[in-house]
């Protein structure tokens, strides 16, 4: 992205609407990420119950020790997901005009899209990344997203020349009808990220009925 998509990506930043609203967009704009065939093999590795986020794992205040100062905003180059081999690069992506989050081309599989209504990854509060677990010609990006454990890391390099290392606390999925939208999107005071993909059952009439969902904080700057 050049100067001038920087400065026109940082006016459409200060300009967005309050977190508020754009959390209950997601809520039901995410289930837009639903492209995926859900037909082949058994279908994409869903998160052990042990992987759910624990509910106590914030410090009083909100905020967890030991974290690195948050960085001002930039945009995302890539994602880097060792665990599960994904090295992607990242697309801006917001909303359509029917208001849904656009997800990524589901034509390119090893592509992910950063949501620009949130903040970016590194930056205080919670950055959200998205990207298809399939398509009609086989596993997607975060196919593999089910499969990541408690302690794997997520990078995110920026074009601000900064690497922003997130570690996983939590996986889940969710139901798309009944998403816990406060919980997931909601601000910890600290920079945080989220990974999100489609998961749960499959219907050929309704695609996947799930979300699956990747809780990280920042535990380094590179």
Known sequence: MYGSELAEEEERRRKRAPWGVIALVLLTGLALIRNGSGEF???????ASAAAAAVDSRLPGG???GIPA???FS???????PAISVDAPVLPVGLDAAGWVDAP??????LAGWFTGAVSPGEKGTAVIVGHVDNKQGPAVFYGLGALKKGHRIEVQRQDGKVVVFEIYGIEVFEKSNFPGDRVYGSRNAPELRVITCGGGFS????YNGNVVVFARLVEIR
């Open 75 to 81: 945009v995302v180059d890539r994602v880097r997901i």
């Open 41 to 47: 093999d058994t279908g994409p590795p869903q998160p």
């Open 204 to 207: 050929k009439q309704n695609g």
């Open 105 to 110: 081309p589901p034509e390119d599989p090893n």
């Open 63 to 65: 905020t967890f020790s």
């Open 70 to 72: 948050a960085l001002p």
